[in-house]
């Protein structure tokens, strides 16, 4: 009979200061040593991390009531926009909205200094924001405009709630044309100049449960320094992609939806960022605790950057005309080597995923863990698997 | 005598053309390279120590600007703001000199001021904007 644990057991573990816990990083050459089934006898959390650029993000924030009272219909926090389709003072505040006075891509390409995930960092490093805000006025709240400075501290409710956030595995980024273009995946010289991937491999949270076997709706992750929880699958969550024979699937797959309170957060791991030529986003830390259940479960956490494999992507042209197809795979153990060979050509690579921060996040949520300050939840329900059947749809163009 | 620390930059068209030699042999500048990043048939920067008289100097900075290369003086400097920097090594593929660079196996960026020539590609390429100019 093979090793089975439960996450409850774990916990009681966890609460008597016995687990063991080790990062991602410290279980490979464990498992090397003792194989799958000693070395699942042996753990009993792996924790994983990812410091990385994840657009779909952003926080709620429930501003307080003026008085008189206020429906804010208009709102701008250091003059970035935010969405106001919601009840009387509560608004969302979206990662990459930058402000209507910024030129974008005028003067190509813009810079875009500021924006939605750089108010959110301000707020967390205890910067005070100038709040804007207008209303149409009605008889229950007739007051219409309103001015003033904001602290964390000032708002009710403050929490992030990023819709798709930790893809497991993504494109590595490159660009065949002969002029430099300017993506969300960095700068991209023309002719192969660069190649940019976007994953911690071997530390990268979902990488290293591919089948979602542990982590579902619920699951208690590490998120921007606090506490945070799987709040649903993420959006374009893919599972059906094909899976190497290891177990890790070969290209962008699943994503999660998390929520967290902003005020427990810290500015270290949620940080705005900007993209030459393309605009703002939100840099991201997420760590996620992986219960080894059993030895299946503790060999996919125990796979290695020569293990994961990710698509190379065109994005001159293959990526932005949605042409199927790629050129080719390449291991992160390569990708991290600094250049990777294409087509004939050696082509030096970027990260635009945080390695070092990812591996501080794991060595974080395992010294949590370890001081039995964090336990293990149960995934209320598991997310959609390699068996859903989901498939992310192109957006069909019809006319009336 | 006086005593300059100068950028060149030299467009493609004219980058192996042999400037220094001139600016020694017939302009009587003193050259101290300090760095330099050139690449045949592509553009090129050079930084520079000049010691040679108030004369000699305008007239090597007449003779190298009628030959299409432009000169910048060198009061700016780069620094990185090691704290606003994320790690995330998007810049080492940008730094044309290997200043920024990543530290393997730790994948950890550094920077090396040395190998700094100012051309400033980092300054926009660094998401974080933890590289900045200073004067
Ligand atoms: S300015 Fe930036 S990109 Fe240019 S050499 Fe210096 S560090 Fe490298
Ligand atoms: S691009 Fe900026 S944040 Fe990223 S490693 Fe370079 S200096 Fe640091």
Known sequence: MGVRKTIKEINVKIQQGKAVVVTAEELIPLAAAEGAEEAARQVDVVTTGTFGPMCSSGAFFNLGHTTPRMRFSRVYLNGVNAYTGI???????????????????????????????????????GKEVYLEATSYGTDCYPRKKVESWITLDDINEAYLFNPRNCYQNYNVAVNLSNKAIYTYMG?????????????????SPLLKDPYFKTV?????????????????????????????????????????????????????????????????SMQVGVGVPIPILDAEVLAWAA????DLTAPIVDYSEGYPQGIPGNLGEVSYA?????????QGKRV????????????EIAETLKGWILAGDFLLTEPVQPLPGADSGIKSKPLKIKGK | MMQKKIVLFFPSTVVEQPFIY????????MVNLLKAAINPRKEGRMVLEVTCTEEDYQRGVEYLQSSGVSITHLEQEIVWVEERCTQCGACAVICPTKALAVE????????????CIVCEHCLKACPARAVEARF
């Open chain 2, 22 to 29: 001139h600016l020694i042999k017939d302009y009587r500048w």
């Open chain 1, 348 to 359: 030096p690579t970027a990260s635009l995923s945080s390695y070092p921060r990812a591996r």
């Open chain 1, 216 to 280: 579902g709706i619920g699951t208690r992750v590490f998120l921007g320094g606090g506490t945070g929880y799987v709040a649903w699958h993420g959006t374009q969550h893919n599972p059906c992609v094909q899976h190497s024979d290891l177990g890790a699937p070969r290209t962008p797959a699943g994503t999660l939806a998390l929520i967290g309170d902003l005020k427990q957060m810290e500015a270290r791991w949620i940080r705005g960022i900007s993209y030459l030529g393309y605009g703002v």
């Open chain 1, 303 to 306: 796979l290695r950057d020569e």
């Open chain 1, 187 to 203: 700068i991209l010289k023309g002719d192969l100049g660069n190649a940019n991937y976007c994953s911690a491999g071997q530390l």
């Open chain 1, 334 to 342: 390569d990708l991290k080597s600094g250049e990777i060979e294409i």
């Open chain 1, 87 to 125: 009840a009387a003072v509560d608004v969302f505040l979206g990662a990459t909205e930058i402000p209507e006075t910024d030129p974008a891509n005028k003067n190509f390409p813009g810079e875009f200094n500021y924006g939605g995930a750089h108010v959110i960092e301000d707020l967390l490093g």
């Open chain 2, 104 to 115: 393997r196996p730790s994948m950890r960026i550094t920077f090396d001021d040395s190998k």
